[in-house]
């Protein structure tokens, strides 16, 4: 079996409470000189068989209409090795 993994992230322009949220607590408890945060998802799926173009195409798919909301969203799909 392969791993591919898709990875969900908030596009640029869009606000990022949670990673902004982490961002302010690092220097709290320590953490000094990070100057940004996102956070995002990541899905990391079992495929069966060969991942070749058409299963691409399907995971793409996939992620384009159920694991990421594309209006304010970008994703990544990546074959792990």
């Known amino acids: 079996m392969a791993r591919v993994v898709v990875d969900v992230m908030l596009k640029p322009e869009i606000l ?3 990673g902004q949220a982490v961002q302010r607590a ?4 320590g953490f000094e000189g990070i100057a940004d945060v996102r956070q995002g998802k ?3 799926l079992e495929v069966e068989g060969p991942v070749d173009d058409a299963a691409l195409a399907r995971i793409h798919e996939m992620a384009e209409t159920f ?3 594309t209006v304010i969203e970008d ?5 792990e090795s």
């Open 16 to 18: 990022d409470p949670q």
């Open 26 to 29: 690092l220097p709290r408890l």
């Open 42 to 44: 990541r899905f990391e």
């Open 67 to 69: 694991l990421a909301n």
């Open 75 to 79: 994703f990544v799909v990546k074959v």
